[in-house]
Every structure is written in structure tokens, then in C-alpha cells.
């Protein structure tokens, strides 16, 4: 099999090859999901990483809001050995958010199952091992190959012409994942998906949404989207609908979720998926812990089971099973990489010397593809599980600058890592989050500084919703640790970027409240910013139970009228306090030493109530 060389040794920010055009700039093309045939607008041009890398502009089909490469060649998929196979099985395979599609089906009414384009065979491997499913793939690539070895699981190493070549009996569910985005005639794919199905089967895609194609997305999260020389079409909810129903399926679901669509489809007037339906990730975590018990564990399939583990038990708070999961992957990273984890301070000064490398393969001698992730997590466990904020400080420099480097290889061959790029700003933010305890100004500094600074290998600048969420919990904790001089510093952007509701308002509100009425001693306007709190409470759908409004809602209430009280605004104060000494029903409980200090400031300060 013959490999394809893609971009060079260079080390390339491929964002930055992404022009965007002028609303006067048009081609004539017809569009692959409503079939408009007009001028469409150009969006932006993207140079290729398939030699010999010409530059691709991308339109936008004004009819449906679909947009596509009109200029675009057939890939060479199998004849490429992809470089990017090691990544995907370390780093970058979402298992856990496959899974999470096949949630939406009942697994007790599907027999059997067939996945089109199922590159390595994880969902396949899982569904067979979760849910004991009859499964069968196929895929004419180099990774599907490999799979099928790896994994032992059913995988067709061809392309399907007619439904008849996935066999004689038709199947319960159909899935077509991160596939017809590649697909330059998508019309004669869904005709096979629809002719595979039983009368009341399902079918579920995803693809990229075209409504993440905007200058303010993410680096990152762009250049995934765009996947310059793969991706075809970038489909729009409204386009994707439109050419389902067009080929025969009669009942159509669409989430977008910003970069993603979800779809369900079936030929059947009664759709038997439900898109919204809640993933019990347990069955993906005993996934894990099976596949882990019978892989190599220096293997990058190996490595990326073990990594998957750390991180879902992590996020789950299961803090044992995580410290356990850590030891693992230590184990195996000091085997294969000679990577000590027990040093983080010697692995971070090691990634601050070295070189980077200028292949990917170059970089794979060095590090896995997950150790940026790794250390990331790491770090949350010693700051949250072991309370070592100096150590977690530490993981978390590591885990930042592991992550570029990482990013940084990728962007040789055009490609990049959604998730590494997030985790690499959110360590860089609690890296100055940790400040807090012992160092708030320098706390207030850094995260300051880390809007106004770039990245140190690809100069990206941080996201703003992930330097605004920062910038907010820090001040928080800066409140709540009575450091106001230092939150005082992050009024004004945490104040700019208030959220108009929900708990992230109640939360920041609250605290606003507390430095204006203790620091700036302005207790009108910290009235004003307890009200908010209060309010944001009472409008949570769930204010009876929700965490925030159990913390926050009387506090908030409570200091709204003492604020009001210091301002000499005793009428206010009692009406204030009115709804907590005759709280309505649905709320949560009053606490009894609130409601005793309540009645003492009424009492008083003769509040009318």
C-alpha cells in the first residue's frame, strides 16, 4: 500500500492559511443537500495538505446554509497510510461520545447492527461487547484494516454499491458516523443506509455543522470542522433534513450542538430514537475496563484504553479508580516512553528544552499522543482528590505546554485535536487559578495576562469563553477567600461578562455582591448585585433542589436586605426580607440560623415587613 507524504516538515498554524472572503466573492455550484444550483457566496479559502496543497474556497448554499468545497478532489483514502492512526487510538477516538449516540435507541429492540465507514471498529467492538449486538462494518481504509485485526470484529474492507452487498438479512440500526461529510455523492449512500434497514429501523448519523464555520470558532475546533483536502461538506440542519426526506426517509431528527449534528432518520412514520435521551456511561466504563484487561498495554490502543479510564473516572469524581487508572498509564509511559510521572517538575523542564520535533513520527518516538491530556487530569487529581494545589500546579504547566507540542506536530499534516486544544487553555487558566490561595495578586496578574498573551509554539490566543469562565472563578474563589483587593482587579471584565441567567449568574452575582458591599462599600449597588443572585436562583426550573439555589438563594436574599439597610433604604429592606420570614412553597429550606438573623436585622432596624 503505497503512502501518500501530506505538508512537509514544516510546522504549519494551518488557521492561518484560512482566508476569510468579502460577502461579494461567488462560484457557480450546485449544492449537495438542496440541490440549489445558483451563485454561491465564497465563505473562505483553506489551503490543502494534499500535495501539491492548492487552496480550497468554501461556499455557502443561501438556500439551506450548507456549505461545501465545489473544487474539491476524491481523496485517495486507501492508499494512504494514515499517520494519524497512533493519534486517533491514544488521543483523539471519541468512544465515549459514539456510545453516547447508540443511547439513543432502546439496545433490548436492535438485533442486528451495521456501521458504514466504522474506520477502526470501536463502536462495533462496543456494541457486540455492551450490548451483545450481531454488528458489521464497513470500510475501505488503512485504520479499518488494522481494527479488524486488533479488535477481531466484523469489518467489510470494501465500499458499498447496493444494499444487497451488506448481506441478505436487513438490520435493526444503521450508523453512519463522521462519514458523509466526505461523501461527493451523499444521495446514493443514504439509498443504501435506507434499503439496509428493517421496515422500522434507524438510522443515525453525525457529521460536522456548518454553523461552527464563523471566524470567532476555536482554532482547534475549525480546523477539525474544516479538515482541509477530507471534508467535503460541512451540512446545515435544515440541508441535511432536506436530503434525507428527498431519498425516502419520512421521519427526520436534527440536534445541532454548535459543531456537530446529530441526526436519527427512519423510512417509518414512528422515529424509534430519541436524540435527548441520557447515556449511562457504566456500560462504556466496564467497556473499558474489559478491553483493558486484553490489550497490550504498551500498544497505542493499549495507552488509549488506559488514558480513557483516567479521564471518565476523573470527570465521574471517582477519585479512587482514578489514582488507579494514573498508575497504569504511569506504568506504561515509563515503559514505552521512559516518561517518569512521579516527576512532573523534571517532565516539565524536559518539554521546556527539547525540541520539537518535525514529524509526527518524530514526535511519537518522544511522547504518546495523550500525554498532555494525562497530565491534565493528573493534575485535577492531585488539586481536587489531594488537596497538593503546588504539585497540581505543576501538572497543570505541564499538561499545557505537552499540549501545544502535541498540537504543534499534528499541524504538520493539516490535522489537529479538538480536545487537546481545550484542555491545554483550561490548564494554562487554572495554572493561574492556583495562585489564588497563597499568591492572589499574582493570581489576578496571570489570568490577565493570559488574554493578552498568546500561545508560545502556534500563537493562538486563548478562547474567550474559556478565559471569561477563568477569569470568573478565580474571582470567586478570590471573594471567598477574602482577597478583595485582588478581585478587585477582575471586576470589570467578570462584570462585562455577567451571563444573562442560570447558576453561573447566581454564583458570580453573589459574589459581586459580597466585594461591592465589604470593599468598594457601596451597598446600594451590592444590593443591586444580591437581587440578581436571587433572582437567577428563583428562575432555575429546578430551584428546589439545585445545588446553587440550596447554597445561594436565602444568602443572597439575606444580604440583599442587609446591603439595603446600610444604603438607608429600610423599605426595600423589608420587603426584601419579607419573602424569607413567608417563603413561598417550592423553594428550598430556609436555614434556621438565616431565618434567626433575619428576624434580628427586622427587629431592630424596625423593617417593615
Same mark, same amino acid.
Given at each position: 500500500?503505497?503512502?501518500?507524504?501530506?505538508?512537509?516538515?514544516?510546522?504549519?498554524? =494551518?488557521?492561518?492559511?484560512?482566508?476569510?472572503?468579502?460577502?461579494?466573492?461567488?462560484?457557480?455550484?450546485?449544492?449537495?443537500?438542496?440541490? +440549489?444550483?445558483?451563485?454561491?457566496?465564497?465563505?473562505?479559502?483553506?489551503?490543502?495538505?494534499?500535495?501539491?496543497?492548492?487552496?480550497?474556497?468554501? !461556499?455557502?448554499?443561501?438556500?439551506?446554509?450548507?456549505?461545501?468545497?465545489?473544487?474539491? *478532489?476524491?481523496?485517495?483514502?486507501?492508499?494512504?497510510?494514515?499517520?494519524?492512526?497512533?493519534?486517533?487510538?491514544?488521543?483523539?477516538? @471519541?468512544?465515549? !461520545?459514539?456510545?453516547?449516540?447508540?443511547?439513543?435507541?432502546?439496545?433490548?429492540?436492535?438485533?442486528?447492527?451495521?456501521?458504514? @465507514?466504522?474506520? &477502526?471498529?470501536?463502536?462495533?467492538?462496543?456494541?457486540?461487547?455492551?450490548?451483545? =449486538?450481531?454488528?458489521? @462494518?464497513?470500510?475501505?481504509?488503512?485504520? /479499518?484494516?488494522?481494527?479488524? %485485526?486488533? #479488535?477481531?470484529?466484523?469489518?467489510?474492507?470494501?465500499?458499498?454499491?447496493?444494499?444487497?452487498?451488506?448481506?441478505?438479512?436487513?438490520?435493526?440500526?444503521?450508523?453512519?458516523?463522521?462519514?458523509?461529510?466526505?461523501?461527493?455523492?451523499?444521495?446514493? #449512500?443514504?439509498?443504501?443506509?435506507?434499503?439496509?434497514?428493517?421496515?422500522?429501523?434507524?438510522?443515525?448519523?453525525?457529521?460536522?455543522?456548518?454553523?461552527?464555520?464563523?471566524?470567532?470558532?476555536?482554532?482547534?475546533?475549525?480546523?477539525?470542522?474544516?479538515?482541509?483536502?477530507?471534508?467535503?461538506?460541512?451540512?446545515?440542519?435544515?440541508?441535511?433534513?432536506?436530503?434525507?426526506?428527498?431519498?425516502?426517509?419520512?421521519? !427526520?431528527?436534527?440536534?445541532?450542538?454548535?459543531?456537530?449534528?446529530?441526526?436519527?432518520?427512519?423510512?417509518?412514520?414512528?422515529?424509534?430514537? +430519541?436524540?435527548?435521551?441520557?447515556?449511562?456511561?457504566?456500560?462504556?466504563?466496564?467497556?473499558?475496563?474489559?478491553?483493558?484487561?486484553?490489550?497490550?498495554?504498551?500498544?497505542?490502543? *493499549?495507552?488509549?484504553?488506559?488514558?480513557?479510564?483516567?479521564?471518565?473516572?476523573?470527570?465521574?469524581?471517582?477519585?479512587?479508580?482514578?489514582?488507579?487508572?494514573?498508575?497504569?498509564?504511569?506504568?506504561?509511559?515509563?515503559?514505552?516512553?521512559?516518561?517518569?510521572?512521579?516527576?512532573?517538575?523534571?517532565?516539565?523542564?524536559?518539554?521546556?528544552?527539547? !525540541?520539537?520535533?518535525?514529524?509526527?513520527?518524530?514526535?511519537?518516538?518522544?511522547?504518546? &499522543?495523550?500525554?498532555?491530556?494525562?497530565?491534565?487530569?493528573?493534575?485535577?487529581?492531585?488539586?481536587?482528590?489531594?488537596?497538593?494545589? +503546588?504539585?497540581?500546579?505543576?501538572?497543570?504547566?505541564?499538561?499545557?505546554?505537552?499540549?501545544?507540542?502535541?498540537?504543534?506536530?499534528?499541524?504538520?499534516?493539516?490535522?489537529?485535536?479538538? %480536545?487537546?486544544? %481545550?484542555?491545554?487553555?483550561?490548564?494554562?487558566? &487554572?495554572?493561574?487559578?492556583?495562585?489564588? =490561595?497563597?499568591?492572589?495578586?499574582?493570581?489576578?496578574?496571570?489570568?490577565?495576562?493570559?488574554?493578552?498573551?498568546?500561545?508560545?509554539?502556534?500563537?493562538?490566543?486563548?478562547?474567550?469563553?474559556?478565559?471569561?469562565?477563568?477569569?470568573?472563578?478565580?474571582?470567586?474563589?478570590?471573594?471567598?477567600?477574602?482577597?478583595?483587593?485582588?478581585?478587585?482587579?477582575?471586576?470589570?471584565?467578570?462584570?462585562?461578562?455577567?451571563?444573562?441567567?442560570?447558576?453561573?449568574?447566581?454564583?458570580?452575582?453573589?459574589?459581586?455582591?459580597?466585594?461591592? #458591599?465589604?470593599?468598594?462599600?457601596?451597598?446600594?449597588? /451590592?444590593? +443591586?448585585?444580591?437581587?440578581?443572585?436571587?433572582?437567577?436562583?428563583?428562575?432555575?426550573?429546578?430551584?428546589?433542589?439545585?445545588?446553587?439555589?440550596?447554597?445561594?438563594? =436565602?444568602?443572597?436574599? &439575606?444580604?440583599?436586605?442587609?446591603?439595603?439597610?446600610?444604603?438607608?433604604?429600610?423599605?426595600?429592606?423589608?420587603?426584601?426580607?419579607?419573602?424569607?420570614?413567608?417563603?413561598?412553597?417550592?423553594?428550598?429550606?430556609?436555614?434556621?440560623?438565616?431565618?434567626?438573623?433575619?428576624?434580628?436585622?427586622?427587629?431592630?432596624?424596625?423593617?417593615?415587613?
Amino acid at each position: 500500500m503505497e503512502k501518500i507524504e501530506m505538508g512537509g516538515a514544516e510546522i504549519i498554524n =494551518w488557521t492561518k492559511t484560512i482566508t476569510w472572503e468579502s460577502d461579494d466573492c461567488h462560484l457557480n455550484a450546485t449544492c449537495p443537500a438542496c440541490e +440549489d444550483a445558483g451563485a454561491k457566496r465564497i465563505r473562505l479559502k483553506v489551503r490543502s495538505p494534499w500535495p501539491p496543497h492548492d487552496e480550497q474556497p468554501l !461556499v455557502v448554499c443561501q438556500s439551506c446554509g450548507t456549505a461545501f468545497h465545489p473544487t474539491m *478532489g476524491q481523496p485517495p483514502y486507501e492508499a494512504v497510510l494514515d499517520p494519524l492512526v497512533d493519534v486517533y487510538l491514544e488521543q483523539n477516538a @471519541g468512544i465515549d !461520545v459514539m456510545a453516547e449516540l447508540l443511547a439513543a435507541v432502546d439496545p433490548a429492540g436492535v438485533r442486528r447492527y451495521i456501521e458504514i @465507514g466504522c474506520g &477502526f471498529g470501536f463502536l462495533l467492538d462496543y456494541a457486540r461487547t455492551a450490548f451483545g =449486538w450481531e454488528a458489521r @462494518g464497513f470500510d475501505p481504509g488503512y485504520s /479499518a484494516r488494522l481494527g479488524r %485485526e486488533v #479488535l477481531g470484529v466484523d469489518i467489510q474492507h470494501v465500499y458499498l454499491h447496493s444494499a444487497a452487498d451488506a448481506g441478505a438479512e436487513p438490520f435493526d440500526l444503521a450508523l453512519c458516523a463522521e462519514v458523509i461529510e466526505h461523501v461527493f455523492e451523499p444521495e446514493k #449512500l443514504l439509498v443504501i443506509l435506507r434499503d439496509v434497514l428493517t421496515t422500522n429501523g434507524t438510522l443515525l448519523l453525525t457529521t460536522p455543522s456548518a454553523s461552527g464555520i464563523r471566524p470567532e470558532t476555536q482554532p482547534g475546533t475549525l480546523l477539525s470542522l474544516l479538515c482541509p483536502g477530507y471534508h467535503y461538506v460541512l451540512y446545515s440542519p435544515q440541508g441535511i433534513e432536506l436530503l434525507l426526506r428527498r431519498v425516502g426517509f419520512k421521519s !427526520v431528527s436534527v440536534i445541532d450542538r454548535g459543531h456537530t449534528l446529530r441526526i436519527a432518520a427512519s423510512v417509518g412514520e414512528e422515529l424509534r430514537a +430519541d436524540l435527548t435521551r441520557a447515556f449511562d456511561r457504566s456500560s462504556y466504563h466496564d467497556y473499558l475496563r474489559t478491553r483493558i484487561k486484553t490489550t497490550d498495554p504498551v500498544s497505542p490502543l *493499549g495507552v488509549g484504553y488506559r488514558y480513557r479510564l483516567l479521564k471518565e473516572m476523573t470527570n465521574a469524581g471517582d477519585f479512587k479508580a482514578a489514582h488507579a487508572a494514573q498508575s497504569e498509564v504511569a506504568e506504561v509511559f515509563l515503559r514505552r516512553w521512559n516518561i517518569d510521572l512521579a516527576d512532573p517538575a523534571a517532565l516539565y523542564a524536559k518539554l521546556s528544552e527539547s !525540541v520539537q520535533p518535525d514529524s509526527i513520527d518524530a514526535y511519537h518516538a518522544l511522547y504518546p &499522543f495523550c500525554l498532555g491530556n494525562v497530565l491534565y487530569f493528573s493534575g485535577i487529581l492531585a488539586w481536587l482528590a489531594d488537596g497538593q494545589r +503546588d504539585i497540581a500546579y505543576t501538572w497543570f504547566q505541564a499538561a499545557a505546554l505537552a499540549g501545544e507540542r502535541m498540537r504543534a506536530a499534528l499541524h504538520i499534516i493539516g490535522a489537529d485535536d479538538e %480536545e487537546s486544544e %481545550e484542555l491545554m487553555w483550561r490548564a494554562r487558566g &487554572f495554572v493561574a487559578h492556583l495562585l489564588a =490561595w497563597d499568591r492572589p495578586a499574582d493570581a489576578a496578574e496571570e489570568v490577565l495576562r493570559l488574554g493578552d498573551h498568546p500561545s508560545p509554539l502556534l500563537g493562538e490566543r486563548i478562547p474567550a469563553y474559556i478565559l471569561e469562565d477563568t477569569q470568573r472563578k478565580i474571582f470567586v474563589d478570590l471573594v471567598n477567600l477574602g482577597h478583595y483587593a485582588a478581585a478587585d482587579r477582575l471586576v470589570v471584565p467578570v462584570e462585562a461578562a455577567l451571563p444573562a441567567e442560570g447558576a453561573v449568574l447566581a454564583s458570580t452575582a453573589f459574589a459581586l455582591g459580597i466585594l461591592t #458591599l465589604n470593599h468598594r462599600k457601596a451597598p446600594r449597588a /451590592a444590593a +443591586d448585585f444580591f437581587g440578581r443572585s436571587y433572582e437567577a436562583c428563583m428562575a432555575l426550573p429546578d430551584r428546589e433542589t439545585a445545588p446553587i439555589a440550596r447554597s445561594l438563594l =436565602w444568602p443572597a436574599l &439575606f444580604h440583599q436586605g442587609q446591603a439595603l439597610v446600610n444604603a438607608g433604604l429600610k423599605q426595600e429592606a423589608g420587603e426584601a426580607l419579607r419573602a424569607m420570614l413567608k417563603p413561598a412553597a417550592g423553594l428550598p429550606p430556609l436555614p434556621l440560623e438565616l431565618r434567626a438573623r433575619a428576624e434580628l436585622l427586622v427587629r431592630t432596624q424596625h423593617l417593615p415587613v
